[in-house]
């Protein structure tokens, strides 16, 4: 009898240990990264969820985490697809809150990569679409002698899309009331290049993290010296 409850037990550890490495399977590390709206630092949180659990329930984890009670609530933060090496959003996830992250997961190229993103009070979250990338833009102010920057402010473009859409993008993240401006680009060693608006963000060599210089004023030659 002895001997009849010891296998008995151990048939049960057996099961009970196959249960917990199945579960374990279905487990995902993930790392959801944040940046503080106000200082711009850089944080992130390691994560480990069941792949059936919902978005949502993966950014109330999130939220408390990354200690986000003090920043904003809830209600003004999301997850969306975000790639870390080359600092992009992938995509957003509108209408997905409640799907598996499993299945969210398996549809992006970087699969274990999230960001918290943060919306301000009095406005509405951008959609991220597939193919597009983020920009820092910096604005160039050509007031008077002295030359003052600001920025950057991170702009979503789009490879094929042309330069004049991105310049309704960054009209709309810096709350202006035109989108007559210049654009520039400047690599290391070069001068800087002027953005034409018919060419594609692709053609003109745009990519994720890409700098992105722009002015109001329309003195073409001190913006290019600046």
């Known amino acids: 009898a002895h001997i009849k409850a010891l296998l008995e037990k151990i048939k049960n550890n057996e099961e009970d240990d196959k249960r917990r490495g199945e579960r374990e ?3 995902l590390k993930l ?9 711009k630092i850089k944080s992130d949180a390691k994560i480990f969820v069941l792949s059936d659990s919902s978005l949502k329930e993966i950014l109330e984890d999130a939220h408390t985490r990354l200690k986000m009670k003090s ?14 090496p080359s600092d992009s959003i992938e995509r957003s996830f509108e209408g997905m809150e409640e799907d598996k ?19 301000e009070e009095n406005q509405e979250f951008e959609i ?22 600001d920025g950057p ?5 789009y490879d094929q899309k042309p330069v004049s859409e991105f310049k309704l993008a960054i009209v709309k993240k810096f709350n202006l009331r035109q989108n007559k401006m210049l654009l520039a680009t400047k690599r290391y060693g070069e001068k800087p290049t002027l953005l034409d608006d018919e060419l594609t963000i692709r053609s003109q060599s745009i990519y994720g993290g890409s700098k992105v210089f722009m002015t109001l004023d329309q003195d073409e030659e001190r913006f290019k010296q600046s």
């Open 128 to 149: 991220y679409h597939l193919g597009g990338i983020t920009t820092k833009v910096y604005q160039i102010h050509l007031d008077g002698s002295s030359v003052d920057i």
């Open 31 to 39: 790392k959801i990264y944040f940046k503080n709206p106000t200082t």
């Open 71 to 84: 920043i904003a609530p809830i209600e003004r933060c999301r997850l969306v697809a975000y790639d870390n």
């Open 25 to 27: 399977s279905e487990m």
């Open 153 to 157: 402010v991170e702009v979503r473009a």
């Open 101 to 119: 992250i499993g299945d969210v997961m398996n549809k992006l190229q970087n699969r274990l990569e999230l960001m918290l993103e943060v919306r």
